[in-house]
């Protein structure tokens, strides 16, 4: 089982901009594939944006769209979640997660992702 470590949660203002980061292991491969999924109070967990395992496609869930952008450095075993003019409903426990599969195209679909991370809490409040 992959361990994942998340970090770069915390509370912004609306309008504000955030940053998480989730770190893979050693056994973490290039070509995986990385997903963010988040999860508010009393919702279920819903996908967010997810990048295929050769970097080439990602996709996003409408509500994020030219808001949030998806990134990796491969280099560094890391995956990214830049978040900009932040919404209230945004705030959710922010999960990354990783797969084998899904190499050339990525789907948001929680089934898909077997590693996950332990969530970072973002809260959107003034």
């Known amino acids: 089982q992959l361990q994942l470590a998340e970090s770069g949660g915390g509370l912004v203002q609306p309008g504000g901009s955030l940053t998480l980061s989730c770190a893979g292991s050693?056994?973490?491969?290039?070509?995986?594939?990385w997903g963010w999924f988040r999860q508010a109070p009393g919702k279920e967990r819903e996908g967010v944006s997810c990048i295929s395992g050769n970097g080439g496609s990602t996709e996003y869930t409408d509500s994020v769209k030219g808001r949030f952008t998806i990134s990796r450095d491969i280099a560094k075993n890391t995956v990214y979640l830049q978040m900009s003019d932040l919404k209230p409903e945004d705030t959710a426990v922010y999960y990354c997660a990783a797969t084998p599969i899904m190499f050339r195209v990525c789907v948001l679909r929680t089934s898909q992702f077997e590693y996950w991370g332990q969530g970072a809490p973002v809260t959107v409040s003034e």
């Open positions: 050693k056994l973490t491969r290039d070509d995986y594939a």
